[in-house]
């Protein structure tokens, strides 16, 4: 193709972008001029250069999409502008400065606050994350426009994401599922977090989100019509009561069906609310008379009323939600609210956003207060438990319970008096002796129901927290201010519990404490856990900030790296032994850290190599080797007595020993059966010990006892035999 049409094409595409963004803008009540916009876009364009998106189209597409939605969200110029630039400091040259001569200062700190932390290194994916978050939140809290057009970025990538590989698309749906879906929903962003789980869904199970989608659009089929007569005779109803009010209809979305089938294990027919509608009308009084109308137009379902008017959810989300029956014996959904409920309903605190005589104001502050508490609480986690942590405070279910003077208080799903009382302060919860719950006193372990009154009883004497209420929390933010405390109050005895629960930590899993003893290794080891002191980690382990696995699973992993510098320079580290020699095998198993201890393979799983395996330190029988799905193993390394006592072992490369192991067959019974199942052994050359059958109405199992050499072995007979005429499985001992 001729360069100069090329261009003039991509000129042409950029310019129809930019119109739907004009589109979008003459919307809006915030914005009154688009200079600086278009200004704003040029320089986008002019950074991103010749910059291709995965589908082929110029980079700036991108950002113009994101400034779209942010645009319909009725947010400011500033932030239009920002999303525009979203891009810049993370992919050219572009840098903070650049765009704060150019846009001012507060548009660059919002373009900051989206840009990832690209430059850093990190030594997990997860850790990765967990900063960019932290970094976002941080943001966040100082200017909630940052998460806004964050949101519209991720938006407008999960509507592109067929682009990507199958890889980056499981990759970015379970992020945006897990992380950026959760957030919208604590903004109130319904309309945008509903597509996000959508999007995901679609990547992440495929299969389910197509059945879904076939089975809605065979009951639409069925169902014809339905929605327009129901939504007819909602209007006429309306009419005749002189309510003036709009009604919407719409069928539930393919992520919230899909949670209801999967998660509480219901058909597709036994969802009320497929259907909904939307009765929208001017003021809360007409809401609750809407109510009365549809009652009398149609039959309520018992326990399917919900007054979030009167107790709005702590999203900001308000409305009256009825399940009705219609009269062709069709359930759906009626929501009513006002016209200012619907726009929080759909846009969250993004319809809170306030912009007057020029002069950005903020978001209501108690709207977003929890961004700090949480980034407060989470300020000593490691990267699992932050990210654990943020899905547990934005995505749990929730229940709504009331202090002694009526203040709501809203919980995780599963919260106890202690979640309760550390919501209100720390200095409540630390302080706590007692607690009633509708006027009786409960234990600390009670779980929370919606609507209860919980009363806290402290005393000045109390000792502070028990260290068994951690496992009795629900909510984060209780459980880091236990942390806190302990951390504060009780040094001495945090260093001497977590020193206990590291060494034994340390002996489970073969690690040798001499790893401590080397000078040169050890400052390694704790810049790993970012601490500065071996006792610093032994008191965050005793107070739970780090846990004795995860700990040595991190030492494990540096004492490689080590090894392999220390290999290429012909040394050896002091914990390895004096001839560098591995323990030596003993019936083809390493037991990693002891040598030369007494082998012997578990009969209740039989054991053979391929096979991942566990060993068990026996008392008086060394060490027994079970498969890790063991069903022994599995019940064993629950029961804290027991943990302490599986340690790691693997197979000695180089073996070639034959080794006992069981499979269990399934067969109609038939004449020959047996003989054909000994043939098969016999023509792949497999040692059998011992060989029985039995017969239960038509029904034979066949017990076999063999020697093999390895798993894959094992796989070929265990194939060979499922193709024997009348066998109908095949399975391991112990499976």
Known sequence: MDISRQTTDIDALCEERYRKLEEAIAQSTQIKSTERIRRAYEYARA????????????????????????????????????????????????????????????????????????????????????????????????DIRVVLIKMADRLHNMRTMEYQSSQKQLEKSRETMEIYAPIAHRLGMQKIKLELEDLSLLYLDPVGYREIEAALQERETKNAGFMERTEAAIRRRMEEAHVTCAVQSRTKDIYSIYRKMYGKS????????????????????????????????????????????????????????????????????????????????????????????????????????????????????????????????????????????????????????????????????????????????????????????????????????????????????????????????????NIVTGRAAFEAEMRRQAVPLTVLSDEKALPRLLERLSVSALDDMYASIGYGGLSAQKTVNNIKDEMRLIERTAKKLGASPVWASADGKQPHPVNGIVVEGIDNCLVKFSHCCMPVPGDEVVGFITRGYGVSIHRTDCRNYASSAEREEERDRWIRVHWAPGEDDLYSTAIAITAEDRDGLVMDIATVLSSLKVKVDALTARNQQGLATVYITMRVHDKSELAAAMTKIMNVRNVKEVKRQGA
């Open 47 to 142: 950074a991103h250069g010749d910059q291709l998106r995965k589908d082929g189209s110029p980079y700036i597409t991108h950002p113009l999409a994101a400034a779209v939605i942010v645009a319909e969200m009725g947010l400011d110029e500033e932030s239009v502008i920002a999303a525009l630039l979203h891009d810049v400091i993370e992919d050219t040259e572009v840098t903070h400065e650049d765009v704060a001569k150019q846009f001012g200062e507060s548009v660059a700190a919002i373009v900051e606050g989206v840009t990832k932390l690209t430059k850093m290194r990190y030594t997990s994916k997860e850790e990765e994350q967990m900063e960019n978050l932290r970094k976002m939140l941080l943001a966040m809290a100082r």
């Open 266 to 493: 219901m058909e597709f027919e036994e969802i009320m609310d497929i259907y909904a509608f939307r009765v929208i009308v001017d003021d809360i009084a007409e809401c609750y008379n809407v109510l009365g109308c549809i009652h009398e137009l149609y039959k309520p379902v018992p326990g399917r009323f919900k007054d979030y008017i009167g107790t709005p959810k702590p999203n900001m989300y308000q409305s009256l939600h009825t399940t009705v029956i219609g009269s062709e014996g069709i359930p759906f959904e009626v929501q009513i609210r006002t016209w200012e409920m619907h726009r929080t309903a759909e846009y969250g605190i993004a319809a809170h956003w306030k912009y007057k005589d020029g002069i950005q104001g903020r978001a209501d502050e108690d709207k977003f207060a929890w961004i700090r508490n949480l980034l407060e609480t989470q300020e000593d986690s490691d990267a699992s438990d932050f990210i654990s942590n943020l899905k547990v405070d934005m995505f749990a279910d929730e229940v709504y319970v009331f202090t002694p003077h009526g203040d709501v208080k809203a919980l995780p799903a599963g919260a106890t008096p202690i979640d309760f009382a550390y919501s209100i302060h720390s200095a409540i919860g630390n302080r706590m002796t007692c607690a009633k719950v509708n006027g009786r006193i409960v234990p600390f372990s009670h779980v929370l129901q919606n609507g209860d009154v919980v009363e806290v009883i402290t005393s000045s004497t109390s000792k502070g927290p028990s260290r068994d209420w951690l496992t009795l929390v629900k909510s984060s933010e209780a459980r880091n201010k236990i942390r806190q405390w302990f951390k504060k109050e009780r040094r001495e005895e």
